[in-house]
């Protein structure tokens, strides 16, 4: 459909509150919405966010906007075509592909953010960590080190810093926090890509042993990033990189067909 947003700042966010209720329009009563944007025939992938009262918005990066050609931050009027995202892949589609426990881990696994009332056991919790220190990582240097709590007061405190995306920590058994020593590794591209391999590796395990669990990414120098810095007494030279939360779930969240061939480039783009 066709429509007019206003592009605003918002605290430390540039966003653009949609004139409808996507649920309505696009039928989806529950879930996340995902879209397809076009503005000023640059098109773009987004997840719609909810900002409570029935309204949902874009956000912009910078990025995003330079791509657009939009200068500055405000922009008022912006004609706006915006559709669905056809999710439901064809299966014919799916290519032949072997199939054993590992692959099919990988393929089933989807994120969790709703979680029940049990207890997660410290061999658990071993073993995820034990999975996350198999990661690979540049030059083998193994900057990652990761901060556990089961503390439900220590989670809710780090969620007043990102109380929208962290919300799934009122509910989790556990949460890990994967952190990356920027002594050991001094390239910050290297150390977020060491602890991203980490953090796969745990999500990955998670789901193997019957639990869920949700990866949430901290922006250096957010509220989020800095009430973790000082809830855990982080030194100078760890930064924190991502935030699993975990725990037993009778959620069921089916992955969907994700085979796109679009995104695949053989021999050259």
Known sequence: MKCTIDIKREGNSVMAYLPF????EF????????????IGGVE??????????????????????????????????????????????SEAVEPKMLENDTIRVIRERSSVRSF??????????DTILYSGLCAPSATNKRPFHFVVTQNREKM????????????????????????????VQGIPEWLMED??????????????????GVWCGVKQGSDFYKSIVNEFGLSCHIRPISLIALGYTDEDSPQRNRFEP????????
């Open 116 to 125: 029940i009332d049990k207890k997660v056991s410290h061999m658990v919790l």
């Open 27 to 38: 039928g989806i009563p529950k879930g996340s919405i995902y879209v397809i944007c076009t």
């Open 44 to 89: 773009f992938k987004s997840k719609l966010m909810s900002k409570g009262n029935k309204k949902y918005c874009i956000f912009f990066s910078k990025q995003l906007l330079k791509n657009l050609g939009l200068n500055g931050e405000e922009h008022f009027n912006v004609p706006l075509d915006i559709v669905l995202e056809n999710i439901a892949i």
């Open 156 to 183: 809710l405190h780090i969620m007043e810093g990102n109380s929208h995306y962290a919300r799934m920590l009122t509910t989790a058994a556990a949460c890990i926090i994967v952190c990356g020593d920027k002594i």
């Open 262 to 269: 679009s995104k695949l480039h053989y021999e050259a783009w």
């Open 195 to 212: 602890c991203s391999a980490a953090t796969q590796n745990m999500l990955l395990a998670i789901h193997s042993l019957g639990l869920g």
């Open 21 to 24: 209720n996507p649920r309505i």
